[in-house]
T-cell receptor, first 109, second 116 residues
């Protein structure tokens, strides 16, 4: 069973669209949650941490549902530059971080 | 902005050779990590390191792998006898702490290893 599961996509959306990704995790003892963004052949870069109360950063909104063990990321008003793979990351067991396989987003003009 | 730096950016090596990948974590960070990503696959945890010893390792991190912090700034990953399946991007990462708001990990740009 995978620790962290994501729909691989790709999600192909027009500029200006709203798109949402979900991620599920298997370990209920998971402690911290993050969304990272990865461009092709580049390192993962932190997009945002995910807090229990939900949090927003500009066009990006992250939600955590501990009862159902899933995390979501909503992107509003998509830009061409949002095209990337979005990685769901879960931390538990001290300092072990587990990555999902990523969801690919293509924003088209 | 402080960043994790890695060298080399790309290395080609023959099967069976030893490889050392080098990393300089962010200076005030205490936890160091190696991850790898085989082309087209997900980022996989290899090992975490704290207080000069391994704190966690995955099943991938077998006897052919080792890590070291030879001085106050460098953190290295050694692969003793490379195999074709070791070809991957290896990411070094560091975090300030293991819990709370300081537990975000920051990645270097990666070292692309090709074993031929």
């Amino acid at each position: 069973r995978k620790e962290v599961e994501q729909d691989p996509g790709p999600f192909n959306v027009p500029e200006g669209a709203t798109v949402a990704f979900n991620c599920t995790y298997s370990n209920s003892a998971s402690q911290s949650f993050f969304w990272y963004r990865q461009d092709c052949r580049k390192e993962p870069k932190l997009l945002m941490s995910v807090y229990s109360s939900g949090n927003e950063d500009g066009r990006f909104t992250a939600q955590l549902n501990r009862a159902s063990q899933y995390i979501s990321l909503l992107i509003r008003d998509s830009k061409l530059s949002d095209s990337a793979t979005y990685l769901c990351v879960v931390r538990y067991n001290f300092n072990k971080f587990y990555f999902g396989s990523g969801t690919k987003l293509n924003v088209k003009p | 902005e402080p960043e994790v730096t890695q060298t080399p950016s790309h290395q080609v090596t023959q099967m069976g050779q030893e490889v050392i990948l080098r990393c300089v974590p962010i200076s005030n960070h205490l936890y160091f990590y190696w991850y790898r990503q085989i082309l087209g696959q997900k980022v996989e945890f290899l090992v975490s390191f704290y207080n000069n010893e391994i704190s966690e390792k995955s099943e991938i991190f077998d006897d052919q792998f080792s890590v070291e912090r030879p001085d106050g700034s460098n953190f290295t990953l050694k692969i003793r006898s490379t195999k074709l399946e070791d070809s991957a991007m290896y990411f070094c990462a560091s975090s300030e702490s293991s819990g709370g708001v300081g537990n975000t990990i920051y990645f270097g740009e990666g070292s692309w290893l090709t074993v031929v």
